[in-house]
């Protein structure tokens, strides 16, 4: 599956994943990881793995949670027509990964209204 999330610089995000038809990730290994260069796969941007990042509490129903912290995104630049982020959702389970979900996400400063 791939989509596009919106990503605010500086906030905090939680990322809900929803795999299969309920299918039982139980015992997977899971890893997000984030970058806006494809060869970075060693040191991308970003990378959550399970137990930290990522919350598997609905794990029997194949929801996730990924949890960018404010920390995270104020580290990423924003994005522009030349500039755009790539992620992958990784789940592996007796030494055999499957990329389940892939997209991309945009990034973009935040929006600040002046008090009348």
């Known amino acids: 599956m ?3 999330i919106n990503i605010t610089r500086g906030s905090y995000h939680k990322l809900q994943f929803n ?3 309920s299918q039982d990730v139980s015992g997977y290994t899971i ?3 984030m970058d806006n260069d494809p060869i ?3 040191n ?4 959550k793995t399970s137990g930290s990042g990522i919350d598997m509490t609905d794990a029997s129903t194949g929801t996730i949670y990924v949890e960018l912290t404010e920390a995270d995104t104020r580290a990423l630049e924003v994005s522009t027509h030349t500039l ?3 992620y992958d959702l990784l789940f592996e389970k007796d030494s055999k990964p499957e990329v389940w979900h892939k997209g991309m996400a945009i990034v973009e400063n935040p929006v600040y209204l002046a008090p009348e």
């Open 2 to 4: 791939v989509s596009v």
């Open 19 to 21: 795999i299969g038809d």
């Open 31 to 33: 890893t997000f990881s």
């Open 40 to 42: 970075a796969v060693p």
């Open 44 to 47: 991308p941007a970003i990378m």
């Open 84 to 86: 755009e982020y790539r």
